[in-house]
């Protein structure tokens, strides 16, 4: 009896124990301060990954990828923050290729859904003030969202599109669906699509087309008549 009781002493000890190790956590759908951060510190560590449909690409080493990142989330915070004094470019490693002049995109999501998306078909800036500058767009100056708020944060997704040279094409037949990104151009009237975005959508090229033509402002089937088209590849940096 003595023994039985000095076992359920022990197991009951245990219990306590590990009970006291376990982290507490909010109620479901409450994330804490504490959570925001492990899952902030855990993006950071995270290797920024590269891909890409065709065969271009602008070779920049995983330090150069990982600086761009770092510009385009430290610009997010920032953003969030008011923007209080400039930016600190000087605290990030910015080689030659990081200054070549180069068209990006700053994609922002929560949960696969698109929170923002602004970017450049120009190559009008250097790489990475590229990036900054449309990080700064996407989350604060894209018309159809509001600006991101703190609260957002640690749910966001970061994709940084970088864009290869356009090029015209004479017949959409060039068109290579998931490899090139899509101009179009009929009068006053324009829209792009990144090389994603039919792929994620999993439209064929001419449901890609009818998308574009009503971006554009006009009816499904505009494209097919007095239009004309560019295209280009891109690199999609994310972790």
């Given at each position: 009896?003595?023994?039985?009781?000095?076992?359920?002493?022990?197991?009951?000890?245990?219990?306590?124990?590990?009970?006291l190790s376990?982290?507490?956590?909010e109620?479901p759908?409450?994330e804490?301060?504490?959570m925001?951060?492990?899952?902030?510190?855990?993006?950071?560590?995270?290797?920024?990954?590269?891909?890409r449909?065709?065969?271009?690409?602008p070779?920049?080493?995983?330090k150069?990828?990982e600086?761009?990142?770092?510009?385009?989330?430290?610009?997010?915070?920032?953003?969030?923050a008011?923007r209080?004094g400039?930016?600190?470019?000087g605290?990030?490693?910015?080689?030659?290729?990081?200054?070549i002049p180069?068209?990006?995109?700053?994609?922002?999501?929560?949960?696969?859904?698109l929170?923002?998306?602004?970017?450049?078909?120009?190559?009008?800036?250097?790489?990475y003030e590229?990036?900054?500058?449309?990080?700064v767009?996407?989350?604060?100056?894209?018309?159809?969202?509001r600006?991101?708020?703190a609260e957002?944060?640690?749910?966001?997704?970061?994709?940084?599109?970088?864009?290869?040279?356009?090029?015209d094409?004479a017949?959409?037949?060039?068109?290579?669906?998931?490899?090139?990104?899509?101009?179009?151009?009929?009068?006053?009237?324009r829209?792009v699509?990144?090389p994603?975005?039919?792929?994620?959508q999993?439209?064929?090229?001419?449901q890609?087309?009818?998308?574009?033509?009503?971006?554009?402002?006009?009816?499904?089937d505009?494209?097919?008549?007095?239009?004309?088209f560019?295209v280009?590849?891109?690199?999609?940096?994310?972790?």
């Amino acid at each position: 009896m003595r023994r039985s009781a000095n076992i359920l002493g022990i197991i009951v000890a245990t219990f306590a124990a590990t009970a006291l190790s376990v982290p507490v956590l909010e109620q479901p759908g409450k994330e804490g301060e504490l959570m925001q951060g492990f899952k902030e510190a855990l993006k950071k560590e995270a290797k920024v990954k590269e891909s890409r449909g065709g065969e271009w690409s602008p070779h920049l080493t995983d330090k150069e990828k990982e600086v761009l990142f770092a510009i385009a989330t430290d610009t997010l915070n920032w953003c969030v923050a008011g923007r209080k004094g400039a930016f600190d470019r000087g605290a990030y490693v910015l080689t030659d290729k990081l200054k070549i002049p180069m068209a990006t995109f700053v994609t922002l999501k929560i949960g696969g859904r698109l929170r923002g998306c602004i970017g450049s078909l120009a190559p009008a800036a250097p790489l990475y003030e590229s990036v900054h500058d449309n990080a700064v767009n996407a989350s604060l100056n894209d018309y159809r969202f509001r600006p991101v708020r703190a609260e957002e944060l640690a749910k966001i997704d970061v994709h940084i599109s970088i864009l290869s040279p356009i090029v015209d094409i004479a017949s959409i037949d060039e068109f290579k669906l998931g490899e090139h990104g899509i101009i179009l151009r009929k009068g006053m009237n324009r829209a792009v699509y990144l090389p994603e975005v039919a792929v994620e959508q999993k439209w064929t090229v001419e449901q890609t087309l009818s998308s574009l033509s009503q971006k554009a402002g006009m009816s499904a089937d505009a494209w097919r008549e007095g239009a004309s088209f560019q295209v280009f590849s891109s690199v999609v940096l994310e972790k």
